[in-house]
C-alpha cells in the first residue's frame, strides 16, 4: 500500500469544535465523536430557538464556528419553553427518551458553559423560563416575591 505522510489530512471540523466534541463525548460518556456530534447539533439547535438578544449574539460569538452555525441557524421561538418542556421537545423532535434526551441536553449544555463562561450563562438563565438552570448544572435559585 502507497501512501503520501506529507499529504494533509482532511478534518472535518475546526480544532475548537473538535475540542468540544470531546468534552461532550468525554462528560456524557458518549462511545464515538459522532454520537457527541448528534447530541451538541440536537441541543444547539433547540436552545437556538430559546435564547434572543444579546445574549444570544455574545453565545455564538464564543461558541466554535461549526456551533455558533447551529445554533443561530434557528428562528427562535415566540412562546420560550420551560427547561423540562425544553427536553420534552427535543425528545419528541428525535424520538429518544426523555431520559436520554435530559443526559445529552446536560452533557451539551456543560460544555456550552465552558465557552461561555458563568457571567453569560448567567444572563442566558435569566432571560430563559424556569428550569434552564437545573440543565447547565447550577441550583434553580426562585426570586423573592
Known sequence: MISDRHAPTKQPYG????QMLEKVRYEGAYPTRERADEAVRLV??????QV???ERV???ACLPL???RVLT???PDTQPLTGWAFV??????TGASLATTRWD??????AVAAHAGPDLVTRILDRLPTGYALLFGRAELTRAA
Open 73 to 75: 441557524a434557528q428562528i
Open 15 to 18: 480544532t475548537a469544535y473538535e
Open 88 to 93: 420534552k421537545d427535543l425528545a419528541a423532535r
Open 52 to 54: 434572543t438578544g444579546d
Open 105 to 110: 441536553t446536560g452533557s451539551v449544555f456543560s
Open 66 to 68: 461549526e456551533a455558533a
Open 44 to 49: 444547539l439547535a433547540g436552545l437556538g430557538r
Open 58 to 60: 455574545d453565545l455564538a
